[in-house]
C-alpha cells in the first residue's frame, strides 16, 4: 500500500502512457480524437495553473487571456508570417511568459481577492483587445486557415498531433511534479501559508510569486498554440471569462496542490458536459449542481480529499534515527565562530504606527558571541525592534547595521541569507507542511543548483535534495523533535511548534538568531529544555537576543539585558544591574513592593506578571 503511495506518479505516467498509445484506436473516429486531443491541452493548462493556484495560494481568474495569448500569437504568426508549428509553439510560450511577469506585478502590493479582480480585469482585457484590434486579430471574425502542423519538416496527421500532445502532457506533469517536489516548491507552499516565516528564511516572496505567474503563463500559453493547431480556427468568444472560471475549477475540483488533482478535474470537466447532454435544459442545472456536491464532500478536491483519506489508513515513515546520531549544530550546518565586536547595531531608530511612537529613538548593541535579554511590560515595543532590525518593518528614522554593514533598506530574505535568523511571538509554521518539510525549507538559500536542475531531477540537484534532508533530520534530532519528523506541523503541541521554528531557523546557518518570546506557552521543564538548547547554540558561537517575560530564563543566560519601555530603552546592563534599577522596577511591577513580592514567589516557575505599567 505505501509502496504504491510512494510510486503512485510515476505508476501514473506509465498507464498514462499506455493510455495515449492506444487511445487512437479505442477513440475510433477523428471527432473522437479530437475531444480527447482537446481534454490533454486542458490538462496541461490547468498543471500550470496548479503552479499557481495549488502551490503558491494565489487564485487567476484570468488564464483564458494567457491562453488567448498564446492562441493569438501562433494563429498571427502562422498565417501572416508563415512560422512553423514548433517556432509558433516556443514563441507563443514566450510571449505569453512574459504577460505572465506582468500580471505578478501587482502581487507586490495586492492580495487575495483584490489580486483575483486584477487577473479578471487581465482576461477583459485580453478580451477586449482580440474584439477590437480588428486589422490583427480579424474581430468576431477570427482567425481561420491556420496550416496543419508539421514537425520535422513532416505534416502531422490527427493521430501523430494526439501523440504529440498527449507527449507534451506528460512531460508538464512530470514538470509538475518535480517542481513540487523540490526546493522551489517547498518555498512556493511555504509563501502560501506564511509570507513572513518564507521571508525570514531567505525565501523572496516576490520572486516565488513571480515564478508562478511565469510557469502558469507559459502553460498556459503552450495550451493556447496547441488548441489553434488543432482547431485551425479562433475568435474571441473561445477565451472568455467564463473559460477562466472552468480552468479554476477544474484545478479546485481535481484537487489544488496535488499532483494528479488537476488532471483528474481536467478530465472530468471536459468530460461532463458530454455526459450531461443527456438532461436537455437541466444541463446547466445538474452540471452546477454536481459542482456543489463534490465541493461539500470533498473540500480539497476530489485527489485532495482522497489523499487525506489514504493517509489515514498508511502507516507513517518511520524516521530514521540511524541516520542521524547526535550532531552538533556546527556538524550540521557548519556555523562559523565570529570574533568580538558588534553583531548587530541599532543607532538612534525610531518607528511610527500612526501617531504611536512604538520605538523612540532607541540605540542597542548586540556583541557578538552574546546572550542579550530583551525585555519590558507588554506592548513596550519589543516585537517591533525584533522587526524593525530584521527587514519587516521599514524605520521612520535611525539606522541598523549587521557586522558593519548598513542594513536599513534592506528585506527580511536579504537579511536571512546575511545570517540573520529569528522566530516569532506568534509562531509561524508551515502548517500544512510536514515537521522535515519545515526545516528542509530553511535550506532553500543554501542550494547550488538551480530550477532546471531541480525540473531536470540532474544527479547534481537530487544530490543536494539529499543532502539537506539529512541536515534537516540531524536538525530535527538536535532540537528533540525526530519523532515527530513526519507528522504535519499544525498538528504539533505548542511547545514543539517553538521547537521547530528554532530547527527550521537554524538551518539558514544563522550567525544571530532573534527569538521572540521562545519560553511562552510552555511547561517548566520545556523552559529546562529551551534554556539548554539557547546555551548549547551560543557555545556554537551564534549570537542570541532573547525578547522574553519569563524573567527567570532571561537572567540566567544573559550575559547583557535591554530593558524597553513606552518604545525607549530605560535602562541596560548585566542582569544585577538592571534587577536593582528603579526605573526597571517601576516599569516591571508599578512599586519596589510588588517586586519583593514576585521574588518571594520564585520558585513557583511563573513568568514575571505582564503590562503592569
Ligand atoms: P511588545 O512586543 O513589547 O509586547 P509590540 O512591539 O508588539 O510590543 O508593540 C509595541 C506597540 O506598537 C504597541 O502599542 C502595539 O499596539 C503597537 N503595534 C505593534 N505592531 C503594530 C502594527 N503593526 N500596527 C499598529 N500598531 C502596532
Ligand atoms: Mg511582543
Known sequence: MSWVARHLNGLFVAVAAVLILAMPDIAGNEYALRFYTLMLIYMILALGLNVLVGFTGLVSLGQAGLYAIGAYTAAILATRVGIGFVPCLVLGMVFAGVFGVLLAYPTVRVRGVYLAVVTIAFGIIVENIAIEWDSLTGSWVGISNVPKPTLLGLPMNHKVYFYFVGLSALIAFAVNVNIMNSRYGRAMLGTSQSEIAASSLGISVTAMRTLAFVLSAVTAGAAGVLYVFLNKYISPDIFSFSDSIRFLLMVILGGAGTTLGPVVGAGLLSYLPELLQQFGEWQRFVYGALLAAVMFFLPRGI??????????????????????????????????????????????????????????????????????????????????????????????????????????????????????????????????MTVLENVWTGFYSDYRTGLLSAILRLPAYRNEEEKFRKSALDLLEFVGLSDSAFEKAKNLPFGFQRRLEIARALATKPKLILLDEPAAGLTQSEIDDLRDLIIRLSEHGITIVVVEHHIELVMAISSHITVLDYGEVIAEGSAADVQADPKVIEAYFGSPEMLEHVAGDKNSGRSAPEGAS
Open 303 to 432: 485527489v485532495g480529499s482522497a489523499t487525506d483519506l489514504l493517509q489515514r489508513f498508511t502507516s507513517r515513515p518511520a524516521p530514521n534515527r540511524t541516520a542521524s546520531s547526535g550532531k552538533s549544530i556546527g556538524e550540521i550546518v557548519g556555523v562559523e565562530t565570529v570574533g568580538a565586536g558588534n553583531c548587530l547595531e541599532a543607532r538612534n531608530i525610531s518607528l511610527h504606527f500612526g501617531g504611536l511612537a512604538a520605538l523612540n529613538k532607541v540605540d542597542a548593541n548586540i556583541g557578538s558571541g552574546k546572550i542579550h535579554g530583551l525585555i519590558g511590560p507588554n506592548g513596550a515595543g519589543k516585537s517591533t525592534l525584533l522587526n524593525a532590525v530584521s527587514g519587516i518593518y521599514r524605520v521612520s528614522s535611525g539606522r541598523n547595521y549587521f557586522f558593519g554593514e548598513d542594513i536599513t533598506k534592506m528585506k527580511s530574505h536579504q537579511l536571512a541569507r546575511r545570517g540573520l535568523a529569528r522566530t516569532f511571538q506568534n509562531t509561524e509554521m508551515f502548517g500544512e
